[in-house]
């Protein structure tokens, strides 16, 4: 079997490495050596029992691996790489009700279902709202910052237009975006001890969202109004939702929706203001193109994975059933087959056929087209209001197993 020439108990999910750097020089040596191989893990360190893993690093490969679900299974071990050692198997399960961690035919009918509230029509018609939430969202930053040295560009600024974003799109109260804010953080950060946040936290702050949203549906139910809660659940029993499943698709929302664009937005500030002539360049030009390069640099989500159905074989290497197969999006948005000079920061790269939304198949982001529009409001925004921005400082890094998150951002207005 070909192996990498890494350290000896190197691990791409390790989340003391992802808080101190997204391992591109191991990534690239992996693509050039040994595109797939096994990475050995003391027994059961992932919370699943077993003794490792498949490392997947090539767009190629990880995009095979995505649109092959009858090979590769999202349900039997979920989506999630690596959970606390502690894990019990019946806190993986439940998590088998997020359409992340479903499998057709049952992750088609639910994703039918919840598209209705991501059509084109569906997004364009936040886009006047967001705007002005974008630019209040800058301007009180700015504001705040009055008299200060420098200010946090995470919790003042990326942070909120995709919090504001879901509370729109699903009919919550704005006021209450913090307790959604609160309870995606503790389902997310478990692994960082900063948050002292215990897979049991993590689980209680799930039921918390799964209970929020029942409730929600249930007051849709009796009085609908023009949001996507009354148009997924009015009707139940007609190719609409349960109410726990919504409960359900509401901590996707507040995971997949809002961390991952809020971690893009953090990352993407920091690359402009280390590669100041693409903030010169976005000033002058706000070209469309710039949100997908940002998302394929930040590449917020590190990893997921995904289980062997069968035995099978992937880039040369024979894979057993039951195996788990690691997708690593932050090496395949780094493959130079796919990207000239990928370890450049673009905002002008086209074509940009990254995975930062998943590689495509049953999984691929239902969100894109909202996120992509929150990216470009808020630097829309900032260039207009903070456009002399310059770091305060190195970012501070989220402890996390498979997200590439960043806690703290100081910025100089």
């Known amino acids: 079997m070909r192996c990498p020439h890494l350290p000896e108990g190197f691990d791409f999910t390790d989340p003391d490495l992802l808080q101190d750097r997204v391992p591109y020089p191991e990534f690239a040596e992996a693509r050039q050596t ?153 389902m997310a950060a478990y692994d960082d001890p900063e948050y002292a946040i215990t897979e049991e936290i993590g689980a209680e702050a799930a039921m918390e969202i799964v209970s929020y949203a029942m409730n929600l549906a249930a007051a849709r139910k009796e009085c609908p109004a023009k949001d996507i809660v009354s148009t997924l659940v009015a009707a139940e029993g007609e190719g609409n939702l349960l109410a726990d499943e919504f409960g359900f698709f509401v901590i996707l929302l507040a995971v997949a929706g809002n961390e991952t664009t809020r971690n893009a937005i953090s990352h993407g500030m920091h690359a402009f203001l280390t590669h100041p002539d693409q903030w010169e360049l976005y000033k002058r030009e706000r070209p469309d193109t710039a949100a997908e390069e940002i998302v394929r640099w930040a590449t917020p989500v590190v990893s997921f994975q995904r289980t062997a159905t069968q035995d099978t074989e992937l880039g040369g290497q024979k894979i057993k059933a039951g195996d788990r197969v690691g997708l690593f999006y932050s090496s395949a948005n780094n493959d130079p087959e796919l990207f000239d000079e990928p370890e450049r920061f673009d905002i002008l790269r086209d074509p940009n056929p990254h995975l930062g939304f998943g590689g495509g198949g049953p999984h691929f982001c239902l969100g894109k087209s909202l996120a992509v529009l929150e990216i470009n409001l808020i630097f829309n925004a900032i260039a207009d209001a903070l456009p002399n921005l310059t770091l305060a400082g190195d970012p501070r890094r989220l402890r996390s197993a498979w997200l590439n998150g960043i806690k703290e951002l100081q910025v100089t207005p």
């Open 34 to 186: 040994a595109p797939v191989f096994w990475c050995p893990q003391p027994h059961g360190l992932a919370g699943f029992g077993d003794d490792g893993y498949w490392v997947v690093t090539r767009h190629a490969d990880v995009k095979y691996v995505s649109t092959h679900p009858e090979l590769f299974s999202s349900t039997t071990n979920t989506a999630v790489i690596r959970f606390n050692q502690n894990i019990t198997r019946e806190q993986i399960e439940v998590q088998r009700l997020i359409m992340l961690n479903m499998d057709p035919p049952e992750h088609t009918r639910v994703r039918q279902i919840v598209q209705r509230g991501f059509t084109p029509r569906a997004v364009r018609s936040l886009e006047a709202t967001l705007r002005d939430r974008a630019r209040r969202i800058v301007d009180t930053a700015l504001a705040a910052s009055k008299g200060s040295d420098s200010f946090d560009f995470v919790t003042n600024i990326a942070v909120e237009l995709p919090l504001q974003a879901i509370a729109e799109l699903i009919g919550v109260p704005q006021q209450d975006r913090a307790k959604i804010f609160d309870w995606s953080n503790k």
